[in-house]
């Protein structure tokens, strides 16, 4: 079986945004950054009721797909939603979508559609 020579080429951007938000948990909690909320580790481990190690692990895996940024004050760790790379994500995975499977207007014999 060989493999498909006309794969979407994501930027490492995009690929990271699509991983980070690859789970329903982590798309809760990037609900709880809306309007620039900052929060800490334990402030969302509450909100969502979950263990604070498993709340780190969802932050870490949504601040390294460029979804939140950090900031360190002493021991406390402050997250936040970072619009400009979600934003640069997001523009990589519409060209590559768009390169792929262009709308059906703009679709001359090739794409999905």
Known sequence: MTMATN???LSNEARGFLKALASETRQQIM???????????NEVAERMSLAQSATSTHLATLRDGGVLTSRREWK????RADPARIRTA???L???LNACCPPAEEASGGGCG
């Open 7 to 9: 794969a979407i080429e």
């Open 31 to 41: 609900e709880l950054f809306a309007g620039g909320v900052e929060l800490t580790v």
């Open 76 to 79: 406390t760790v402050y997250y």
């Open 90 to 92: 997001l523009l990589d």
């Open 94 to 96: 519409h060209a590559s």
